[in-house]
């Protein structure tokens, strides 16, 4: 008789808490929306595909549907 788990029983587990820690990360004074504009703008003025406006509106809009996803995590 055994009394191991199965590795599939452990694995939702160890997904939510990876989750859950990204999302928990240190507060700071940032958003992650401004934040994700911050990048995008930089990202897109560096790139050759965006602009540094759209760039900007892509990370905002990333960063927003971040933390929307961390909100319902917690």
Request: with cysteine.
């Amino acid at each position: 008789m055994t009394t191991e788990t199965p590795s599939s029983a452990l694995e939702p587990a160890q997904q939510d808490s990876a989750a859950h820690s990204a999302c928990a990360a240190k507060a700071s004074r940032f958003s992650p929306t401004l934040k994700g504009a911050l990048i995008g703008a930089a990202a897109g003025s560096i790139l050759p595909v965006f602009g540094t406006f759209s760039g900007a509106v892509i990370g905002g809009i990333a960063g927003k549907i971040y933390q929307k996803k961390c909100a319902k995590k917690r």
